[in-house]
């Protein structure tokens, strides 16, 4: 007997020491369908997520470091519950709502102190990490130690261009390197979408798979920080069906701050037009070039279409990639102060591009300053490129400025979107995509059925579509490629792709021509109530309705081989609705016809069904009106 307790004592023994060694912390989601597992064992950090009790993260490694090693030992443990709903200046919709448990563990190793937040939501996982050195005086390079261990077998949609420019499918885990975020994982039934949300004074995310398969942190850049700092968000969500992510992307919005600006009356959505993709065309012998000629007529056809802003894009001041080109100057071709009277005149709020040179070499205060003197609503900012710590703090100085003198932000070529417009309204969007037609890659209709699952999810972003002249394009400046569309689905992609700020790239004159296809366009509120998806698959099909009071707009676009279904109205409320719709014309493809439209009207209720016919990469546009 005497023996045999002798064992149990050891066995008890080594339990304890073990349990030293190795010690678990866990998080649950409220609706307690999400638990990750925080373990500390010999000094190093992990994590493994479960969904429904299933792994979808297996063992993870967490950290920061610095070249040297880490033994971290667990110093506090804090944790919360939070439910709070909040309303967006503006958005897909119009309450948002916070509900997490969240998780501080603080920990130290040597004169390293470090915090991992955690928050479980039932929409995802996020976490960051809060560094102080305080032994170390001035800067020092980290490194992230950040992992994410999805299953071997999983296949991706991978973003592999630092600003969302191209995506490949099917790639295998194993074979991920360099790949921008968001990127989105498919195994068996489950989906896991990997992005990061409040990006600041940071070089952005990218993920680059270890020898293992392991998705492992690879920060663009050096990352050289001070003796504190907080590192972004880490987003984990998971979904039996991507459009998940769609309907619920407002988790990166969450993790950040709400608005710092007071007085925000001046942030206002619209529609834009736009002289870029305009050069070289001829409209009854005046032909579309960067003078004050175009720019004044831009503004008189603006204002007649009842369109509340209009852009000048690159060279209005010069070369736009040249460091000697200023930006407070103008081509002797432009008579500016004419130019803003007229836009005065008639109502029209004026953007400039400006591209990010400019900011590199001349002040940024007097450049905002000498803009808000003109009378410049907005800029947009061309070619950031800089994905690194240098041209996130570059863009975020940028943005600082414009919100001190009350101008709206566009930002191209630019880092990923991770939810700071919650925090600075009055950035509205940024091109984190292919901008259509003026490079050498041109979208394929397939491409828009992905990009709402990939791109878009992780914020607004600058597709600038609604081509309303399909044939003959190529003839223009900074087209370079007939565009592979139809004429209902550029329209439909004002819908499908969200952004507050909505450039149109087209003349005015085909807007006029097609009058009744461009008011479904000018009546979008941009600034929505609810967004719902409907009846989408991605890679073939994506279709979603959005609403402003009892308004409901519907859009949607196919693949090269279109679609035929059926959409159930049971989102609608209780009453009879008077249906618009736009369709393509029967004989009509992206290849052919493109430009011939249906329209027809019908009355519906919540018990209908309507039946949808989008043709080869075409598209369907739809509004609902209350009765």
């Known amino acids: 007997m005497r023996k045999y307790r002798w064992i149990l004592f050891l066995y008890l023994t080594l339990l304890v020491v073990q349990s030293g060694i190795a010690k678990d912390y866990v998080v649950t989601s409220p609706d307690k369908s999400l638990k990750t597992v925080v373990s500390i064992n010999q000094g190093q950090m992990s994590y493994v997520l479960k969904r429904n009790g299933k ?8 950290g920061i470091s610095y070249g040297n090693e880490v033994k971290l030992q667990v110093k506090d443990v804090e944790r919360a519950y939070e439910n709070n709903d909040w309303q967006p200046l503006w958005g897909a919709n119009q309450t948002v709502k916070d509900e997490y448990n969240s998780m501080n563990l603080s920990l130290e190793d040597g004169g390293q102190q470090l915090i991992l937040k955690v928050r479980l939501y039932n929409e995802g996982l996020a976490f960051k990490y809060v560094v102080k050195t305080p032994e170390f005086k001035g800067k020092k390079q980290i490194k992230e130690d950040t992992q994410f261990s999805v299953a071997k077998d999983a296949s991706c949609w991978v973003l592999d261009h630092p600003w969302g420019k191209k995506y490949k499918t099917d790639v295998a885990v194993a074979d991920v390197n360099n790949a921008s975020l968001p990127l989105l994982c498919n195994t068996q039934d489950t989906y896991i979408l990997i992005t990061e949300a409040e990006l600041y004074n940071y070089g952005s995310l990218h993920l680059t798979a270890n020898p293992n398969g392991i998705l492992c942190a690879d920060i663009v850049g050096e990352t050289i920080l001070p003796e504190r700092f907080e590192t972004p968000w880490r987003v984990v969500m998971v979904a039996n069906d991507p459009v998940y992510f769609v309907e619920n992307n407002e988790l990166v919005l969450n993790l950040n701050a709400p608005c710092k600006l007071e007085d925000t009356s001046w942030i206002k959505p619209g529609i834009c037009t736009w002289d870029w993709r305009a050069r070289g065309a001829v409209e009854n012998g005046f032909e579309y070039s960067l003078n004050t000629e175009t720019l004044i007529r831009f503004v008189e056809k603006t204002s007649a279409l009842g369109i509340p802003y209009f852009m000048i894009d690159a060279g209005w001041y010069g070369k736009e990639h040249s460091a000697e080109a200023n930006p407070m100057t103008v081509i002797p071709e432009i008579d500016m102060p004419k130019f803003f009277k ?6 029209v709020g004026v953007w400039l591009y400006v591209n990010r040179i400019a900011f590199d070499n001349f002040d940024v205060d007097e450049i905002l ?10 800029i947009k900012l061309g070619f950031l490129k800089l994905m690194n710590q240098k041209g996130v703090e570059l863009l ?22 991770s939810g700071i417009e919650r925090t600075w309204p009055h950035f509205f969007t940024r091109e984190y995509n292919h901008s259509l037609a003026d490079g050498r890659y041109i979208a394929s209709p397939v491409d828009h ?9 992780a914020g607004p972003i600058d597709v600038t579509p609604a081509f309303f002249n399909l044939d003959g394009l190529e003839s223009r400046t900074y087209v370079r490629a007939p565009l592979r569309s139809t004429v209902v689905a550029q329209t439909a992609m004002c819908v499908t792709y969200f952004s507050p700020l909505l450039c149109l790239a087209d003349i005015p004159e085909a807007y ?9 366009i000018k009546e979008l509120p941009l600034n929505y109530d609810e967004s719902i998806v409907l009846n989408s698959q991605i890679g073939k099909q994506f279709i979603i309705a959005r609403r402003k009071g009892d308004t409901w707009w519907i859009g949607g676009v196919a693949n090269e081989n279109g679609c035929k279904m059926s959409i159930k109205l049971d989102f609608l409320k209780k009453g009879d609705y008077q249906a618009t719709i736009f369709s393509d014309g029967k004989e009509t493809t992206w290849k052919i016809n ?10 519906i209720s919540s018990s209908d069904k309507l039946n949808v016919m989008m043709r080869p990469g075409g598209g369907i546009c739809i509004k609902l009106e209350k009765k």
């Open 449 to 457: 059925t992905i990009t709402p699952f990939l791109n878009n999810v």
């Open 512 to 520: 006029e021509r097609k009058s009744d296809l461009f008011n479904f």
């Open 396 to 417: 975020q100085q940028i943005l600082e400025k414009c919100a001190e003198y009350e101008i709206m932000f566009d930002c191209h070529e630019a880092v990923i979107p």
């Open 55 to 62: 792994v979808v993260i297996e063992n993870s490694a967490l």
């Open 594 to 603: 493109r430009e011939m439209y249906e329209v027809s009207k019908k009355q």
């Open 342 to 347: 007229e836009a005065k005149e008639k109502n």
């Open 369 to 378: 300053s000498t803009y808000k003197e003109w009378g410049v609503v907005g």
